[in-house]
Every structure is written in C-alpha cells, then in structure tokens.
Nanobody, 120 residues
Framework: EVQLVESGGGLVQAGGSLRLSCAASAFTFDDYAIAWLRQAPGKEREGVGCITSRDGSTFYADSVKGRFTISRDNAKNTVYLQMNSLKPEDTAVYLC?????????????WGQGTQVTVSS
C-alpha cells in the first residue's frame, strides 16, 4: 500500500526555521515527482512547490520562493521541505502528494499532514 508520512512540524516564532520530511513507501520513489501543499483553516489547499523525479528540478509558489527549499534523498525515499524566514501566514497543515499512474489512470496519494504554526 502506498504511504506518505510527513513529520517535522511544530510551533516556531516568526523568522524561524523548520524542516519537514515526507517518507514514502510502496512505489518506485525515483520515478515520481513529489509535491508539497498546505491548507490553512478556512482556506483552500494551495501548492507550495514540487520536485521532479530524476533530475530533482524544483518549482515554488511565489509566496514561498526564496524562503523554502525542497530536496529529495532517493536512497531514503524521502523528500524534505526546508522552511526559513517563516511568517505567521505560513501557518497551515503541510501535506505531501504523489500522483501515480495505474493502467493509465492517475491516482493521487496524500500523507496525513503535519501542523506548522508560526507565532508573531
């Protein structure tokens, strides 16, 4: 069974840093891009960024560009989200996502999320 497990969330003051992890299992990790998204209370889920499979190219939302960095360790089947210069508006549940193809049909898989709270 495909699993994504996020960890590393917590409470941090504005200006601080956190590193989130997303540990994946039960699929060929190297072959797939992984995305990070977040959802704040009362708001729609929004994309934070993603990292491609083999060459590790990264893409970020404008709101986090220059502050957040996504990386991956294919040997550990893990993707990381390094968050620096955190702002109160970064407070949200952070989730990782992978879209796998099964018989040419795309399936989205999500972790349970990890809470990030940034105090002012």
């Amino acid at each position: 069974e495909v699993q994504l497990v996020e960890s590393g969330g917590g409470l941090v003051q504005a200006g601080g840093s956190l590193r989130l992890s997303c540990a994946a299992s039960a699929f060929t990790f190297d072959d797939y891009a992984i995305a990070w998204l977040r959802q704040a209370p009362g708001k729609e889920r929004e994309g934070v960024g993603c990292i491609t499979s083999r060459d590790g190219s990264t893409f970020y939302a404008d709101s986090v560009k220059g502050r957040f960095t996504i990386s991956r360790d294919n040997a550990k089947n893990t993707v990381y989200l390094q968050m620096n210069s955190l702002k109160p508006e970064d407070t949200a549940v952070y989730l990782c996502n992978v879209q796998l193809m099964r018989d040419m049909v795309p399936y989205d898989y999500w972790g349970q999320g990890t809470q990030v709270t940034v105090s002012s």
